[in-house]
């Protein structure tokens, strides 16, 4: 593939460092296609990226209406970047209704590409317009244009054998097209997949190629467009990559992980936005020694993956928010019989049913004590997508070097967001040690190994090991049902002892900037991105701020004190009301300060900014007062 493709001399070419587009219309217009397409291939292309999709809660919501607007967000650019952009620059809205819900995040002078076709009477009452917008002045400050692409794309497709309907539902792909001219990607890519998934439906296949065409032919032959856009490609490290999905890494992850072991991986889960990608990911690996199992609902699904780590294989079970709830108790069990559970839990906004695609972090404090009695276990939390498979990993080492269930709490933002992924040389990643206890003579089921506090992992069968696990309290070493009340209390302890010495074996906290300084920001999850970005934004313009990013939560990584005690003013930012600056105020008695965000999608960048001038300027700083927020870049 060129580096530079070849364009029409007649089109002024400008060249950019980074671009984010926003491709919103109605659920049934294709624009999650029509996004992942167009990622995929500036994947190929080189370049850096990050996305955001952003899907509708309603699963069918009324075509045109407010409600059923789905969206789907793509930054990319020629150097590195964490995050999907706070505004487009470019917004293509196929109606009146993704029109009215994203133009107020298009940026000033940014390019508005509309489907005029379908701006009618009853769209526009659909979305709340008494007139069309397109013919009023509100729209002078960007740089409209109106095409009407369901006609340009029946043209596109005369002769097709399709019904009138199906000709219509191409126009995503005509959509795509042009984006594809205007910022210089070849369609290769996307022609490529479309052969593959209608290959079995040749009229449909060469419709969507068609209509593809026409939309690149479009931008290159009319007089509408006066130019096009080139992003060079990111200078990333040399390496094997591929655009990955937190889902995606989050199965691969696991899978991995299990290899490393030498495990079969056993996966139950009942379906859940918006885990349900890593069920239908692992479910396609069979070959690598992975079972996946749709439960009949989050109960039975836990009951699964911890029978399954009875038996000696990795037991998996994932959800989001409301499923970890209905599996507390199951997960109570596996703490007081001390077995190598992983609950994966993708995060979305609450309570209840919520916000079910839509992100959020309130699930925190649920992970660290949302259970009965005193029953500590190990929580962890990926920072990006293409983290979500290292920390897969780390979630069954933990796991089985410890006999604790793990709970890998990530999030919707970075289930379904993608990013360029380096992939790993598996031979290079440390094997996971894995040893069955064999020896009958010495067997005791809660016999502990001195380092690590964990008891012996026997396989139920195995001659001589024959035992019983329950739920009653054990009698120390011999696993015996015991209700002494200073047996009860030893057991407690040593649980909890075992769960803190896990930090003997995690990373210390790499800190971002200076190791001491005024402003310590602290972000864990998918926070990572708008966090960082936002200190080093502040950091070129002198400012004395450094952050930390928090991806072991229960224990803390053993260093934390320590660099909170170098910083006089502490920040968090997470997308809740405050789990975890109230963890550590408890935990570590310093003042923490807040930002919060609940309204179902991530951090921008230019928010963190102007939040942490308002807490550095309220608590007297005298550098913040002299600097202005106008032109944070």
Same mark, same amino acid.
């Given at each position: ?12 070419? !400008? ?14 217009? /294709? ?15 080189? +370049? ?67 489907? #005029? ?14 007139? +069309? ?75 969507? $190629? ?8 479009? %931008? ?14 990111? $200078? =990333? ?60 609902? !989050?109960?039975?699904?836990? %009951? ?13 079970? /994932? ?19 001390? @077995? ?39 929580? *962890? ?62 067997? @005791? ?76 920001? *602290? ?26 990013? =928090?991806?072991?939560? +229960? ?5 934390? $004190? ?13 997308? +809740?009301?405050?789990?975890?600056? #109230?963890? =550590? ?21 230019? !928010? ?22 106008? #032109?944070?870049?």
């Amino acid at each position: 593939m060129a580096e530079n493709p070849v364009l029409p001399v007649y089109k002024e070419i !400008e060249e950019q460092s980074e671009a984010t587009i926003r491709f919103c219309g109605d659920s049934g217009d /294709g624009m999650q296609l029509t996004g992942s397409q167009f990622t995929q291939t500036t994947a190929i292309f080189g +370049n850096d990226l990050a996305t955001l999709p952003d899907y509708p809660a309603e699963i069918r919501a009324p075509a045109g209406s407010l409600a059923g607007v789905s969206g789907y967000q793509v930054h990319f650019s020629s150097h590195d970047i964490r995050t999907p952009g706070d505004a487009p620059d470019v917004l293509v809205a196929m109606n009146p209704a993704a029109l009215k819900t994203n133009l107020g995040d298009l940026k000033e002078g940014g390019i508005l590409i509309v489907n #005029s076709d379908a701006f009618t009477a009853n769209n526009l009452k659909k979305a709340g317009y008494a007139t +069309n917008p397109l013919e009023e002045g509100g729209m002078a400050k960007y740089r409209l244009h109106a095409f009407p692409i369901t006609t340009l794309n029946t043209k596109a497709l005369e002769g097709s054998p399709l019904t009138k309907k199906d000709v219509e539902r191409c126009k995503n792909f005509f959509a795509l097209g042009l984006m594809l001219w205007m910022y210089g990607r070849p369609m290769d890519v996307s022609l490529e997949w479309i052969n593959k998934k209608f290959g079995a439906k040749p009229d449909l296949a060469e419709a969507n $190629k068609m209509a593809l065409r026409g939309g690149y032919n479009f %931008g290159e032959t009319t007089d509408l467009v006066k130019k096009h856009y080139y992003i060079a490609k990111a $200078k =990333l490290p040399a390496g094997i990559y591929r655009n990955v999905t937190g889902n995606e890494a989050t199965a691969f992850g696991f899978i991995a992980a299990a290899q490393l072991a030498d495990k079969e991986l056993v996966y139950a889960s009942y379906p859940i936005t918006p885990a349900s990608d890593v069920l239908h990911e692992l479910s396609r690996h069979r070959h690598l020694n992975v079972k996946t199992c749709q439960a009949e609902d !989050e109960i039975a699904a836990a %009951g699964m993956a911890l029978g399954a780590a009875f038996t000696g294989a990795v037991g998996l079970t /994932g959800t989001s928010g409301p499923g970890l709830a209905l599996k507390s108790e199951t997960v109570s069990l596996a703490i007081m019989m001390e @077995l190598p559970l992983v609950i994966i839990n993708v995060q979305r906004g609450g309570p209840s049913t919520g916000l079910p695609t839509k992100t959020e972090q309130s699930d925190l404090l649920q992970a660290m004590y949302g259970r009965h009695g005193e029953s500590p276990l190990a929580v *962890i939390a990926p920072a990006t997508p293409g983290d979500c498979f290292s920390m897969a990993i780390e979630a069954v080492r933990i796991a089985i070097q410890y006999m604790t269930p793990v709970i890998f709490l990530s999030d919707g933002y970075l289930g379904n967001s993608s990013e360029p992924w380096k992939v790993p040389d598996f031979d290079k990643i440390p094997k996971i040690h894995v040893e069955h206890y064999k020896d009958a003579a010495s067997f @005791l089921p809660f016999l502990r190994d001195p380092k690590t506090l964990s008891r012996p992992w026997a396989i139920p069968g195995t001659p001589g090991l024959e035992h019983r696990l329950g739920g009653i309290e054990k009698q120390e070493n011999t696993g015996n049902v015991n209700y002494e009340p200073l047996n009860h209390e030893k057991m407690v302890l040593v649980r909890q002892a075992k769960i803190d010495g896990i930090a003997q074996s995690i990373p210390l906290l790499e800190v971002f900037g200076k190791e001491a300084g005024d402003i310590l920001v *602290i972000g864990w999850g998918g926070t990572y991105g708008a966090i960082t970005s936002a200190v080093e934004m502040l950091q070129k313009r002198g400012i004395a701020i450094s952050c930390i990013h =928090l991806r072991y939560l +229960n224990p803390f990584p053993s260093n934390l $004190k320590k660099i909170l005690d170098n910083f006089d003013t502490h920040i968090v930012a997470e997308l +809740n009301l405050g789990q975890l600056a #109230s963890i =550590l105020r408890g935990r570590f008695g310093v003042d923490i300060q807040s930002i919060t965000k609940v309204q179902g999608k991530p951090f921008k960048t230019d !928010e963190l900014i102007e939040g942490i001038f308002k807490i550095a300027r309220s608590r007297g700083e005298p550098k913040w007062q002299e600097n202005s927020l106008a #032109s944070p870049h």
